[in-house]
């Protein structure tokens, strides 16, 4: 199909003569033929006057629109002035006060019937039957049949595109749609304002060239008037508007927070200032369509005190799409993005989920655990919390209360099976030396990777190993087959630690001197000007009378006094 044959006010009737409804089940999203006995619609109107537009506006409307949602049938206007009638005996009842009015207003019967229809829909769950419509496609559209398009494709239109009082027969609406009237768009948030007027009739666009920035159906789109408004009213990269800011922090007193305020209040005057300005334009048209980013922003638009668009206007609807940056141009793509027919996916079948699923019974069988496995696992949980926490004394007593063999005692871990392999690769040095020491534990035992724990202890825990050989001697045990380095004192460790650190610290202060020295021979080198800018020429009996040694002397002394007085100033 042709993109020019798609456009809803100017449908071809080869377009709409190849069009059958899509009925979909609500819980399955599955195509269901139905016949044409069957009401199109669950929520159409039990009456003879469908087409009423009083119908649409009164409260049974809404009602039976809340009905349908909860995949209940509609209500006759004389079950719903009984249910009315129910309700308002219902809270005279329940009311201890002789003074009360009795007389409740409508609004508030029909709050409480909706309320209930809430309750029933929560606590009935899943256990409702699905229905059948052609809005149960979980999606912005209504999905039509067409032989025009691939069997597995369908022909949408948007939702939002049909008025209420038009859902009911949305093909006949489609064949009928008049070219002539126009529609509203407006657009705002982050301190952008976009709205126009927009005709039904596109415009003739032939001759007219390809454009990179607008496609042919951009280009007729026949903008009757249109306004675009920016204000400065959010911060860069934190987004959000002040008000908004102010309401969760507090009141900012920057200079920036001033500005943005008062764009705020500007944007807000001149945006209503537009709306009753356009006004009568606003009273023609068939449909409102508006996005605008939170609440607040709504509001600029809709439901202010003297505001040109109520809330309850029928033809007030949100764009069923992400739109960007408030711009006319961003008006025109969302103009032709609505108001054309689209060639979409089929709804996805979803498989219904059984209400009592019994679990499969594994095959395996469970493994039960005897009570020595337990208290192992027990002895083991408390052995290792002590360890992290390291706790010398009560890990000695708790040990030997217990009789536990700290070189046969395994943990459930094959690379760190014993104490010592746990102590020892957790980098716990003090323990290590406690169970070396105190506990007798074997430093010669390895883990399942063939490895002792000296092997896969950190550097300041193999360390205490080497204290530990020179501490208990060579008889101790075979110390080169645990991997342990030569024995070491204390003292001998840390006076090694010590020369080590001076000579990381000389060789730092050697690297500052060559790199002063360096720059005190650059700038040496550097040629010299006199106070009046002309190039200085040195004196040719500075160094004359002097030998080559004596002058690389010199020049070394002068790069001396130089690097030293840079390191003072450094130092300092």
């Given at each position: 199909?042709?993109?020019?044959?798609?456009?809803?006010?100017?449908?071809?009737?080869?377009?709409?003569?190849?069009?059958?409804?899509?009925?979909?089940?609500?819980?399955?999203?599955?195509?269901?033929?139905?016949?044409?006995?069957?009401?199109?619609?669950?929520q159409k109107k039990p009456t003879t006057e469908s087409h009423d537009i009083d119908y649409y506006k009164s409260d049974l409307y809404r009602y039976n629109l809340k009905r349908q949602l909860n995949d209940l049938p509609p209500v006759?206007?004389?079950?719903?002035?009984?249910?009315?009638?129910?309700?308002?005996?219902?809270?005279?009842?329940?009311?201890?006060?002789d003074d009360n009015d009795n007389d409740d207003s409508e609004e508030d019967k029909l709050q409480s019937l909706m309320q209930k229809l809430e309750v029933n829909a929560s606590t009935n769950g899943d256990d409702e039957e699905s229905t059948?419509?052609?809005?149960?496609?979980?999606?912005?559209?209504?999905?039509?049949?067409?032989?025009?398009?691939?069997?597995?494709?369908a022909v949408g239109v948007y939702k939002a595109v049909?008025?209420?009082?038009?859902?009911?027969?949305?093909?006949?609406?489609?064949?009928?749609?008049?070219?002539?009237?126009?529609?509203?768009?407006f657009m705002i948030g982050g301190g952008h304002f976009a709205g126009a007027i927009?005709?039904?009739?596109?415009?003739?666009?032939?001759?007219?060239?390809?454009?990179?920035?607008?496609?042919?159906?951009?280009?007729?789109?026949?903008?009757?008037?249109?306004?675009?408004?920016?204000?400065?009213?959010?911060?860069?990269?934190?987004?959000?508007?002040?008000?908004?800011?102010?309401?969760?922090?507090?009141?900012?007193?920057?200079?920036?927070?001033?500005?943005?305020?008062?764009?705020?209040?500007?944007?807000?005057?001149?945006?209503?200032?537009?709306?009753?300005?356009?006004?009568?334009?606003?009273?023609?048209?068939?449909?409102?369509?508006?996005?605008?980013?939170?609440a607040s922003n709504r509001k600029i638009l809709v439901g202010y005190e003297g505001a040109v668009i109520e809330n309850k206007d029928d033809r007030l609807r949100s764009f069923p799409f992400t739109t960007k940056r408030a711009t006319t141009h961003e008006?025109?793509?969302?103009?032709?993005?609505?108001?054309?027919?689209?060639?979409?996916?089929?709804?996805?079948?979803?498989?219904?989920?059984?209400?009592?699923?019994?679990?499969?019974?594994?095959t395996t069988p469970k493994v039960t655990k005897s009570p020595e496995e337990i208290k192992h696992e027990q002895l083991a949980t408390e052995v290792v919390g002590l360890l992290k926490r390291q706790k010398a004394p009560k890990l000695i007593s708790f040990i030997k209360q217990n009789s536990i063999d700290v070189d046969t005692f395994k943990l459930d871990n094959t690379h760190t099976p014993t104490l010592l392999h746990y102590a020892a690769a957790n980098g716990l040095g003090h323990m290590v030396q406690v169970l070396l020491v105190n506990l007798k534990a074997s430093p010669t035992v390895v883990n399942g990777a063939g490895r002792t724990p000296a092997e896969i202890a950190d550097s300041e825990?193999?360390?205490?190993?080497?204290?530990?050989?020179?501490?208990?001697?060579?008889?101790?045990?075979?110390?080169?087959?645990?991997?342990?380095?030569?024995?070491?004192?204390?003292?001998?460790?840390?006076e090694a630690e010590k020369a080590k650190t001076e000579q990381v610290k000389l060789e730092k202060q050697k690297l500052i001197?060559?790199?002063?020295?360096?720059?005190?021979?650059?700038?040496?080198?550097?040629?010299?000007?006199?106070?009046?800018?002309?190039?200085?020429?040195?004196?040719?009996?500075?160094?004359?009378?002097?030998?080559?040694?004596?002058?690389?002397r010199l020049m070394r002394e002068q790069r001396a006094r130089a690097a030293e007085a840079r390191l003072k100033a450094m130092q300092k």
């Open positions: 199909m042709n993109q020019d044959d798609l456009y809803v006010y100017n449908l071809p009737g080869k377009v709409t003569n190849s069009l059958e409804l899509l009925y979909f089940d609500s819980k399955t999203l599955e195509n269901i033929k139905v016949e044409d006995s069957v009401s199109p619609n669950p006759t206007e004389d079950e719903f002035d009984k249910l009315l009638e129910e309700e308002s005996i219902e809270s005279l009842s329940g009311s201890d006060d059948v419509s052609y809005l149960n496609t979980k999606s912005p559209f209504i999905l039509f049949k067409s032989p025009l398009v691939p069997a597995d494709k049909l008025l209420p009082a038009q859902l009911n027969e949305p093909i006949q609406t489609l064949e009928k749609f008049p070219q002539t009237g126009k529609s509203a768009l927009v005709s039904h009739a596109k415009k003739n666009t032939r001759g007219n060239a390809r454009s990179t920035k607008e496609s042919l159906q951009e280009q007729a789109v026949d903008i009757i008037v249109s306004k675009t408004f920016h204000r400065y009213t959010t911060r860069r990269k934190q987004g959000g508007s002040q008000s908004a800011s102010d309401n969760a922090r507090g009141k900012a007193n920057s200079a920036g927070s001033s500005i943005r305020r008062y764009n705020e209040q500007a944007l807000i005057q001149e945006v209503r200032e537009l709306l009753q300005e356009w006004k009568h334009h606003l009273d023609e048209c068939t449909s409102i369509y508006i996005r605008a980013n939170g008006l025109k793509r969302a103009w032709v993005e609505l108001m054309h027919l689209h060639v979409v996916d089929l709804p996805k079948v979803v498989k219904k989920k059984q209400k009592e699923s019994t679990p499969e019974r594994s825990a193999r360390k205490v190993f080497q204290i530990v050989r020179h501490k208990l001697g060579e008889e101790h045990c075979d110390w080169d087959a645990a991997k342990v380095g030569p024995p070491k004192s204390k003292e001998e460790i840390e001197q060559d790199e002063l020295a360096k720059k005190t021979e650059m700038e040496l080198k550097k040629p010299k000007f006199s106070s009046s800018g002309v190039l200085a020429t040195h004196k040719p009996d500075d160094l004359s009378g002097l030998s080559e040694q004596q002058k690389m």
